[in-house]
């Protein structure tokens, strides 16, 4: 592709352009309510995930509430058994599956991925809006359960046979697994979408070497989604089959096994673990670079690093039951194999340290929450090197010290760069910025309460109090540590309630945000906040890892696209070379409609066989409708244009 | 002459047994098993926590040289010195964690052979299966009447070996005395065995440690490490069947018992009550508590529970049993005259 | 250099307008969502069969107390997914070329032995010699063939309605890379109903 003479001007006269006027014609998402389900750009997609997932945050973080209050003193009666179960089994189910996957992958994922590429819009955009809708069902689905007390009370993974058709009856357990399969289901679809944005619509120069950290990390994690979702949906599909038609996979009596559903859950359930925390590591390496005002040190280490987490990660499973009296080898085999992801982890903290302490630190606000993601995550990755070792996680196994390790890792892995990463992005989501104070007020009060309430629990566990107890004797010696821990809580709902206001305040009266406040190297920093539909004026090329950064003043953009369709450039996956052009498939109702059906299905299915044949027609009808063409800009046939094999 | 009976309201009388700390927590070990695991937990405890100042060192060190500018400086892309000297500081630092983990598996697999490796050719054997929500226990002999059942409640000679073999009658529970040693869980369609051995005469208290439904929180158990003769002298009490009742109170309780719901699910060996749903009740009399280490064996507690069971263990497998204040009387009589 | 904020830039031009608009092969975008997704229902799969020895593990008869799965329909059937790489190879190498009669022909043949693999499924269910509510073993039994014969269904659909389509004026050169990367998948399922079929009517008789 030979490189012509300059062609345009400054991106300041964009504005005015023509060119601008027609793409945002041709690029434009329908208005109105029912433009509103035909959305297909992924900036408002992505803002959907991210907002529907922080109500999710808040909803779990009451029961949480919740919980702490009935244990605040012994054989309190605020809960019985019965709404307790369902309390922490839904807590623990909305933070995981309705809140950390869809906030830190699917919601940062889709809207930063496109825009750090250089492309207009994410690949199947209409996947990923099918993947949304997906998403809200499953959490409708969990929330109607629980809100007409058919709220899951199993605990989040739902072990058998507690879960089974014997102990569990009516459809208590069915709703959770068939929430399952929805937000399964979501994520599969927004890894397809992602890991296709990165390996075939990177902007031109940007190689594999020249990507992104966050970009490699969001690739490693779409790939482990690929591979980890399939087992608990094995999982919850087996044991819908157990509960609803009488199969017997896990019911020992006619030959099946109990281990097997842990063995096909935590295969899925520890990578998921690292598809929550992955994010978090890309948020805080972009962000530690932008703040050290130096390109990162170990850009090579981290990648190596973070695709060597997404391997290992699958190979530790087995350290989520070691009670349960497996052959010592294997146990041993899987205490090295924990031991072992330490490195990785460690490599990118080590890596992070140098490139604050070579560079220059401006400790802006996202920045602080990456202090308290060092010192948070930090805890419970040490807690987590204890758990490896077969002999102490015998004692602390199902206790509240491993409760607290989890929330360490989770809320410092994933919650810690969340806040980081909404503050860094929210003035080009919004054009705006965050008020700094207030964000400094959130910060303290969260990080104040949350090591109150959690930093407790381990002595809580040591001293002998296991989990998912409703009460506890007045002679266990464990209420004053409770009582500590509770106390945390008011601190936590300070620190959100704080942040709520800074979000609403700064959305009506912030500073306004120009391209790029914080001076940071990648493509998202080019456009204007909020990115207009079309994302760039022209498709960037790129020369280095830190394109704003280092690039030429006369580094080439892309030309010969068409403005009057929305057609896209298609790169290669290494080296991205220009390919061929693409078409996007514009705004659709189908995406909507196809999920409206496929849940018609999901949900019947708790309830009836019959959903099964009754609910495929109808998800048949609305999938046809999706893909048929309709021929907007014909392609033409191979032999009439050259094409490449 | 009608009397009548304090019912205890509370779950807890002030009569409850006061539980020392020491006697259910990781870190005041009673077995050597349990000791071998804390020392191990304090070993790595300070490894990691030397770990953790350093790196909160080297962040606050990182961090101290911020200064918040108006505008942010020009970035830093080249900087072979800095990269210089930040490789060997990763390098090394690598290598101290590789080091280190090393450190900490070889100590825990040497740690985990230690509590494993307890041999004897003379252990007690205890088989546990867990119900909802309640432990089974019987010390199995290949004579069925040497055969000790009773539930919730273990006694063992100090400085005997123990082995413990699992089972579950419905849903996976978990063995967990932490003062004892690691919890193993008891698994339906599967039997591992694991051993103990305790050092320190007492009463060690252990709870279920995996969610097993809606009493999960009530399913506690206790260790009675005692002198070998006297483990002996309460083990050849066990395996006596019923005590005749010898007043007529008594003896109208056994009626009672024997003419209600209690023997579909309760074992009174030497009477017709046979069943194996609930716990055997041959000695009740003989155990500190009831009903899982929830309530003290005490006649207003057992009444209490008897007449409904539901109020203190909500969803337990009990149902109620509304008896006449004379005839709940006697029957408490009866279960206390079981020792 | 100038402010990060506000650069002023004099770009050059990288011209794409000679690009073709459609892409065969790999370098489809598609065909990589497809290869995603065979990756998906390709590790359900493996999970599955890994479950089916795992629980073989677990017992001492294999079959328990049951005959294997009758061998005849499931052997014709083999035989058609066998022979019906032929039509999907065809298509495949159609496509590139621009060949729409060749693809529709393709298509139209695929669909038969798509149509008879179908239907020889339903005969195979009936065959099993087990029902799923027997024990562990006939429950996965029951669930592999279930499985992929959910993924029959699938593709039976899709290739009818591009079958359909291959009627219309829609057939353009994204519609016949679309037909190449259908064979694609459909070669995903032979290889997977093979493997099925491996397990319940051979493993079932030598394990």
Not at chain 1, 327 to 348: K, R
Not at chain 1, 513 to 535: C, H, I, M, Q, T
């Amino acid at each position: 592709m030979a490189v012509a003479e300059p062609i345009v001007a400054n991106d300041q006269d964009a504005g005015q352009s023509g060119l601008a006027r027609r793409l945002a014609h041709t690029w434009r998402q329908p208005k109105g309510f029912l433009g509103w389900f035909c959305n297909t750009h992924h900036t408002d997609i992505g803002i959907r995930f991210m907002v529907t997932a922080f109500i999710f945050l808040l909803l779990g973080g009451v029961l949480a509430a919740m919980i702490r209050l009935q244990l605040i003193r012994p054989e309190n009666s605020l809960m019985g058994p019965d709404l307790y179960n369902q309390v922490f089994t839904m807590h623990g189910s909305t933070m995981i599956f309705l809140f950390a996957v869809p906030m830190m992958f699917q919601g940062f994922g889709v809207y930063i991925v496109p825009l750090m590429c250089g492309a207009r819009n994410i690949a199947f955009p209409r996947l990923n809006a099918f993947s949304y809708y997906l998403y809200v069902g499953g959490a409708l689905v969990l929330w109607g359960g629980f809100l007409t007390n058919t709220g899951p009370d199993v605990g989040w993974f739902a072990y058998v046979p507690l879960s089974g058709p014997a102990y569990s009856p009516g459809h208590r357990a069915d709703i959770w697994s068939q929430m399952i399969t929805f937000t399964e289901v979501s994520a599969l679809g927004v890894a397809i979408c992602i890991a296709t944005t990165i390996l075939r619509h990177r902007a031109p120069g940007m190689t594999l070497n020249r990507m992104p950290i966050l970009l490699w990390e969001k690739l490693v994690i779409s790939i482990a989604v690929i591979f980890a979702m399939p087992a608990v949906m094995i999982a919850s599909g087996l044991l819908l089959l157990d509960r609803l038609v009488g199969t017997h996979f896990f019911n020992p009596a006619e030959g099946g096994d109990v281990l097997l559903y842990q063995h096909l859950f935590w295969f899925f359930g520890h990578p998921e673990v690292y598809i929550i925390f992955l994010p978090g590591a890309a948020i805080i390496s972009t962000l530690v670079e932008c703040f050290s005002r130096r390109r990162i040190f170990g850009y090579t280490p981290i990648v190596v690093s973070v695709v060597a987490t997404g391997f290992i990660g699958f190979s530790v499973w087995v350290h989520h039951m070691f009670a349960t009296g497996l052959p010592q080898l294997s146990e041993s085999f899987f205490t090295a194999a924990s031991l072992m992801i330490v490195i990785p982890t460690g490599t990118q903290f080590f890596c992070w340290v140098a490139t604050i302490w070579y560079g220059r630190l401006q400790l802006r606000l996202p920045m602080l929450w990456c202090f308290g993601f060092f010192f948070v995550f930090l805890i419970g990755g040490l807690s987590g090197v204890m758990l490896a070792s077969v002999p102490v996680d015998l004692q602390v196994h199902d206790t509240y010290f491993v409760v607290a390790h989890f929330h360490y890792v989770l809320i410092g892995g994933a919650l810690f760069p969340m806040f980081a990463g909404i503050y860094f992005w929210f003035p080009k989501m919004t054009g705006r910025m965050a008020s700094a104070k207030l964000g400094a007020w959130h910060f303290w009060l969260f990080f104040f309460g949350f090591n109150i309430t959690f930093f407790t629990l381990h002595f809580l566990g040591l001293r002998g109090m296991p989990r998912r107890i409703y009460t506890y004797g007045p002679d266990m010696h464990w209420q004053g540590l409770n009582i500590l821990a509770s106390t945390g809580v008011i601190f936590m709902t300070a620190g959100l309630l704080v942040f709520l206001a800074n979000v609403y305040r700064s959305m009506h009266t912030g500073e306004i945000a120009g391209n790029n406040p914080w001076e940071d190297a990648g493509l998202e920093w080019s456009v204007s906040s909020p990115p207009p539909p079309y994302n760039f004026l022209h498709v960037p090329t790129v020369s280095g890892r830190d394109p704003l950064w280092e690039d030429p003043p006369d580094q080439p953009v892309v030309v010969g696209l068409r403005d009057d369709i929305r057609e896209t450039l298609v790169t290669h996956s290494l080296d991205a070379d220009p390919q061929h052009k693409d078409e996007d498939p514009g705004p659709s109702i189908w995406p909507f409609l196809a999920a409206v059906t496929v849940s018609a299905a999901f949900v019947g299915s708790i309830f009836t066989a019959w959903a099964i044949p009754i609910g495929a027609p109808p998800v048949i009808a609305t999938l046809i409708g999706w893909l048929w063409p309709r021929g907007q800009s014909p392609t033409p046939l191979p032999n009439e244009v050259p094409w490449i094999h | 002459m009608n009397r009548e009976f304090v019912f205890v309201p509370a779950r807890f009388s002030a009569q409850a047994m006061p539980l020392n700390p020491g006697h259910h927590s990781v870190l005041h070990p009673a077995a050597s098993q349990a000791g071998n695991i804390e020392w191990l937990y304090w070993v790595i405890f300070w490894i990691l926590f030397a770990v953790f100042v350093l790196m909160v060192a080297a962040f606050a060190r990182a961090g101290a040289k911020s200064r918040v500018l108006d505008d942010a400086p020009l970035p830093i892309i080249e900087d072979d010195d800095g990269d210089r000297r930040a490789g060997w500081a990763v390098g090394s630092a690598l290598a101290i964690t590789v080091i280190t983990l090393f450190v900490v598996l070889v100590l825990s697999v040497i740690t985990g052979k230690r509590v494993e490796g307890l041999t004897s050719k003379n252990p007690i054997t205890i088989q546990i299966t867990g119900h909802q929500w309640w432990w089974e226990i019987s010390y199995p002999n290949s004579q069925a009447d040497q055969t000790v059942t009773t539930a919730n409640e273990i006694h063992v000679p100090v400085g005997t070996p123990v082995v413990v073999l699992t089972n579950s009658a419905d849903v996976i529970h978990s063995f967990w005395a932490p003062s004892i040693t690691g919890k193993r869980d008891l698994l339906p369609g599967y039997s591992s065995a694991f051993s103990f051995q305790v050092d320190r005469e007492g009463t060690y208290r252990g709870q279920c440690a995996e969610f097993c439904g809606l009493q999960h929180a009530h399913m506690g158990f206790s260790i009675i490490a005692e002198p070998v003769d006297k483990f002996q002298s309460w083990r050849q009490q066990q395996l006596k069947p019923a005590i005749e009742p010898a007043a007529s109170e008594s003896s109208r309780g056994r009626e009672v018992f024997l003419t209600h719901a209690c023997v579909m699910c309760h074992t009174i060996r030497g009477t017709d009550a046979g069943s194996r749903v609930g716990p055997d009740l041959t000695h009740i009399a003989s155990r500190n508590m009831i009903a899982a280490e929830t309530l003290p064996n005490t006649a207003g507690a057992l009444a209490g529970w008897v007449v409904d069971p539901q109020r203190i263990k909500p969803g337990t497998q009990m149902s109620p049993n509304p008896l006449a204040p004379d005839e709940l009387q006697a029957l408490v009589v009866y279960l206390q005259s079981l020792q | 250099m100038d402010s990060l904020i506000e650069p002023i830039r004099r770009p050059r031009a990288l011209d794409v307008s000679g690009l073709p608009s459609v892409a065969f092969g790999h370098r489809n975008t598609t065909w990589l969502a497809n290869v995603f997704y065979m990756a998906i229902e390709g590790m359900m799969f493996a999970l599955m069969f890994a479950t089916y020895f795992y629980l073989r593990t677990r017992s001492t008869n294999w079959p328990p107390g049951h005959l294997p799965p009758a061998f005849t329909y499931g052997a014709v059937n083999a035989a058609i997914f066998v022979l019906s790489i032929a039509p999907a190879w065809w298509i495949r190498k159609s496509a590139p070329e621009g060949d729409r009669r060749a693809v529709r022909n393709g298509l139209l043949v695929l669909s038969v032995f798509a149509l008879a693999a179908t239907a020889l499924r339903v005969f195979e269910f009936t065959a099993l010699n087990c029902r799923w509510t027997d024990d562990a073993y006939s429950s996965t039994v029951w669930v592999l063939i279930g499985m992929h014969s959910g993924h029959l269904a699938t593709e039976l659909i899709e290739t009818l309605v591009l079958l359909a389509i291959s009627f219309t004026r829609k057939m353009e050169g994204t519609r016949l890379a679309d037909a190449a990367i259908n064979s694609d998948y459909w070669y995903f399922v032979v290889v997977t109903g093979l493997i099925v079929d491996l397990l319940i009517y051979g493993t079932t008789r030598f394990l």
